[in-house]
């Protein structure tokens, strides 16, 4: 344990619909400017790894390198907080091209206190991905735009040309960034909008 794309369809979760959304994966890394990686300061864990290619490589920032799991399915990356957070996005690179068997087709992600209470919040299914993917945690609500939760869990349920075990190469989780000024229900962006927010 360490500390610390273009969709076809929008994922679903898994209990609103009956079908999965099939994401690919995006060249480059966007994100809201709203929002920011929340998960530096987690507590990181896999199920599984094989000898150099363990959690650490998840969070290196470098494509080049990969986690490699070394066990039976479902492979699982557990990411626990401090506190409890609120979480919108998370964010996979994983290359087909590359990894082949390797590359992850079925992800659920899970989420609860620990891990005596997770539940399935999100089902997504993957074509062939090459690049970052894009998983939205928001619900079929429009006013859910996130979770709040301190443990979010990964889990790998099948890979592609029925491999075995699989690669990952960079995770990162994305929440809403916190209002810059307290007790103010609206969220001002701008420097000037900030400084004439308040009375002095």
């Keep these: 344990m360490e500390s610390d794309g273009d969709e076809d369809a929008a994922a679903t979760p898994a209990a609103a619909a009956p079908a999965a959304g099939r994401l690919k994966g995006s060249p480059e890394l966007t994100v809201d400017a709203d929002m920011r990686e929340m998960a530096k300061t987690a507590a990181w864990s896999v199920s599984s790894c094989k000898a150099g290619?363990?959690?650490?490589?998840?969070?290196?920032?470098?494509?080049?390198t990969h986690w490699q799991s070394d066990g039976a399915q479902p492979h699982l990356v557990n990411i626990q907080f401090q506190k409890k957070v609120q979480l919108q996005l998370v964010v996979l690179y994983v290359d087909f091209k590359h990894d082949e068997s390797y590359t992850p087709s079925k992800i659920s992600i899970r989420?609860?206190?620990g891990f005596h209470n997770l539940k399935e919040i999100k089902t997504?299914?993957?074509a062939k991905p090459v690049g970052w993917v894009?998983?939205?945690?928001s619900?079929?609500?429009?006013?859910?735009?996130?979770?709040?939760?301190f443990m979010l869990q990964i889990a790998v349920l099948a890979n592609h040309l029925n491999g075995r075990d699989t690669h990952i190469r960079q995770i990162k989780i994305f929440g809403p960034r916190p209002n810059p000024v307290p007790h103010q229900p609206f969220h001002f962006i701008s420097r000037?909008?900030?400084?004439?927010?308040?009375i002095r």
């Design 53 to 64: 290619n363990g959690v650490a490589a998840l969070r290196d920032d470098n494509l080049d």
């Design 111 to 113: 989420a609860g206190d």
């Design 124 to 126: 997504v299914e993957l």
């Design 134 to 137: 894009h998983i939205s945690l």
């Design 139 to 149: 619900g079929a609500d429009p006013r859910e735009t996130f979770i709040h939760t």
């Design 192 to 198: 000037e909008f900030i400084t004439y927010s308040t």
